[in-house]
């Protein structure tokens, strides 16, 4: 059974956990005042702090899913949030945005031109919504991935996090694009280091299957832990399984995870999971 070594775990204490550069124990490297786990070279290394729900003020989910995307006013709500103005509204209340007011789009023209209005706003969220609708073809539009991919990347220079994962996966999969590994790691770094989880888990992938470097990959998946991301937890559990975490940092990341989860949930949130369950049965 392979096992962190002393020396492995000393140098890791001198990298920056975003981008690898070390300090070569020069104690230039600030600790995370979040988790206190891991060190970043400054304030640019370092994610942006979680957005939060404009009307709940809790933490968004970090599933996509469990949010929604307003093109009237490009706010994004959580589901919880929006199940309850459904129930308590009056019905003519209920088809308005909970944030704006603004009445719901009553066509998918109507929906594709108010996500228009976003892009031409510079709007990040609109550009990788409208991307997603021109690769898969839907709302009506045309299936296009030229212009679908023009989008994702104008998205990723307005340091839109998931506009960089997206990239990445279609530069490491081949969709829409030609495959290219190069590429695919950098907006993998990228979104890591925009604070996505999902890239961060995947850079700990790469990480294990590609370089071999153990030690970075479990600090990567402890990070997206950390923040709450499922898949990485289930990975730093196996890893402390199997001698490749140690138990201090297992017990720091538990606790992460656990804070991360609880700053999410809500009970609204709680009955919107449930009735979007329903309806899928």
């Known amino acids: 059974m392979s096992t962190i070594t002393t020396k492995d775990a000393d140098d890791s204490k001198h990298q920056c956990a975003a981008c690898g550069d070390s300090d070569d124990g020069g104690g230039s490297l600030k600790a995370c005042t979040a988790c206190n786990l891991v060190k970043y070279c400054n304030r640019t290394c370092q994610p942006p702090p979680n957005e939060d729900c404009p009307i709940c003020y809790l933490r968004l989910p970090i599933d996509l899913d469990q949010n929604i995307y307003q093109s009237c006013c490009g706010k994004i709500l959580c589901l919880g949030c929006v199940y309850a103005h459904s129930v308590a509204a009056a019905d003519t209340e209920k088809g308005k945005c909970v944030f704006c007011r603004t009445e719901a789009s009553s066509s998918n023209e109507e929906e594709i031109e108010r996500m228009k209005k976003r892009v031409e706003a510079n709007d990040a969220w609109a550009m990788l919504n409208l991307g997603s609708y021109n690769q898969f073809g839907m709302l009506g539009l045309r299936q296009d991935h030229a212009k679908a991919l ?111 989860i609880d700053e999410m949930k809500s009970g609204d949130r709680d009955r919107a999971a449930a009735v979007c369950l329903s309806r899928a049965e």
Do not use: C, P
Request: charged fraction near 25%; avoid cysteine.
């Open 150 to 260: 023009e989008l994702f990347h104008k998205s990723a220079k307005l340091e839109n996090h998931h506009a960089h994962l997206i990239l990445s996966l279609r530069y490491h999969d081949g969709v829409i694009v030609e495959k290219d590994t190069r590429k695919a790691i950098h907006h993998g770094q990228l979104g890591a280091m925009a604070g996505n989880v999902h890239a961060r888990h995947n850079l700990g992938w790469d990480e294990k299957v590609n370089a071999g470097n153990m030690d970075r990959a479990y600090k990567h998946r402890m990070i997206s832990a950390n923040d709450g991301y499922d898949l990485s937890m289930k990975a730093v559990q196996e890893g402390y399984k199997n001698g490749l975490v140690t138990k201090d940092d297992y017990a720091k990341t538990i606790r992460a995870y656990g804070n991360s």
